[in-house]
C-alpha cells in the first residue's frame, strides 16, 4: 500500500491518477473540509459547490466519480426516520478497505 499520511500525500496521488479536473477539483475542496486521511468529514454539496464555483448536480457527479474511483468513500447520515439524509464523506486510497463505507 502507498504510503500516505496526511492531507497534502492524498492530495498529491489523487493528482497524478489522471482524473477529469472537476472531480479534482471536488476532491481539494474536501480536503478543506477533513482533517485527515481516513477521517470522516460531511460538508454540504451546497458548500462544496460554493468552494468549487461548480453547480449542486456537477459535484455530485464528481463526487460519484471519486467514490467510483476509490478517492473517496460516501455513506448516509441523519437520525432514524428522517427523509432527507446528508452524506459523510471520508478521503482514503483506492486499495483501502473501510467496513461500512463504498
Known amino acids: 500500500?502507498?504510503?500516505?499520511?496526511?492531507?497534502?500525500?492524498?492530495?498529491?496521488?489523487?493528482?497524478?491518477?489522471?482524473?477529469?479536473?472537476?472531480?479534482?477539483?471536488?476532491?481539494?475542496?474536501?480536503?478543506?473540509?477533513?482533517?485527515?486521511?481516513?477521517?470522516?468529514?460531511?460538508?454540504?454539496?451546497?458548500?462544496?459547490?460554493?468552494?468549487?464555483?461548480?453547480s449542486m448536480p456537477i459535484v455530485t457527479k464528481h463526487l460519484r466519480n471519486a467514490e467510483r474511483c476509490g478517492w473517496l468513500g460516501i455513506r448516509k447520515y441523519g437520525p432514524l426516520g428522517e427523509k432527507l439524509k446528508r452524506n459523510e464523506y471520508m478521503p482514503k486510497l483506492p486499495e483501502m478497505e473501510v467496513e461500512g463505507w463504498t
Open 1 to 54: 500500500m502507498r504510503e500516505v499520511q496526511t492531507l497534502t500525500d492524498w492530495r498529491r496521488e489523487f493528482s497524478r491518477c489522471h482524473l477529469p479536473s472537476s472531480t479534482n477539483l471536488v476532491l481539494h475542496a474536501i480536503s478543506l473540509f477533513a482533517a485527515g486521511v481516513g477521517e470522516v468529514c460531511s460538508p454540504s454539496v451546497r458548500d462544496l459547490a460554493e468552494h468549487t464555483s461548480l
